[in-house]
């Protein structure tokens, strides 16, 4: 069986990356979601395990001290980070194992795995962006003029991944990054066998 890879998608809140997360998911069965560990509340619908393991700081820092993570940043004003264990499990059943990450854990995993492939998802204007947070009415002013911020600040960081897409229609939007999937699938380096697989068929 050939392995699968990471998958890191990030982008600033409200570009909508977990709805086209959960699209991709429901379309390809390849790709898993690595459930992250963080230190925020559970937001109303999310259940745990599922959506994120909400965990203690206290148990976070125990994590982090035990290098149970493959990444793992303080995002706004908490932490996030992702099983190692989990994700490389993921990658040698050959899973397409999805992160749904922010910047500075991108840049980590793509120090740690250079292989790994980067999609930052962009809003198709502040202004727009500034509006789905503000429709989303899950977070005060003061959270939404933080998430604001951050996001200039995440976006002067797009040259440092491999692919960007832009989120204005949703459903080009996943096309897109099927596309990007459906083409690192089928990168020789990923498939060092093929050769011989095409040879063994035969012929005359
Ligand atoms: P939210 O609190 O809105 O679910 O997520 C806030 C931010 O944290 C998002 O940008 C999301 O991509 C990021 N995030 C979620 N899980 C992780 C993780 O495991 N590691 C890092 N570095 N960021 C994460």
Redesign the pocket.
């Known amino acids: 069986m050939k392995e699968g890879f990471l998958l890191v998608i990030?982008g600033p809140?409200g570009t909508g990356?977990g709805t086209v997360c959960n699209a991709l998911l429901e379309k390809d069965k390849d790709i898993m979601f690595s459930v992250?560990s963080?230190t925020?509340l559970p937001r109303e619908g999310e259940v745990d395990g599922v959506n994120y393991n909400f965990i203690t700081k206290e148990i976070f820092e125990k994590m982090v001290e035990a290098d149970k993570f493959l990444?793992?940043?303080y995002?706004?004003t908490?932490y996030?980070?992702?099983s190692e264990e989990s994700v490389m499990k993921g990658v040698a059943d050959g899973k397409v194992v999805l992160l749904?990450?922010?910047v500075?854990?991108a840049l980590q995993v793509k120090e740690k795995h250079p292989e790994v492939v980067t999609i930052f998802l962009l809003p198709p204007s502040m202004e727009e962006l500034e509006r789905r947070i503000v429709d989303r009415n899950t977070e005060t002013e003061e959270e939404i003029n933080k998430r604001m911020e951050n996001a200039y600040k995440e976006i002067s960081l797009v040259s440092k991944y491999d692919y960007y897409v832009v989120n204005d229609d949703l459903d080009i939007a996943i096309n897109e990054i099927e596309s990007i999937v459906k083409a690192e699938k089928l990168r020789v380096k990923r498939n060092p066998k093929i050769e011989d697989y095409i040879l063994e068929k035969g012929g005359n």
């Open positions: 990030s809140a990356k992250s963080t925020r990444e793992h940043a995002v706004h908490n996030y980070g992702t749904e990450i922010d500075q854990g």
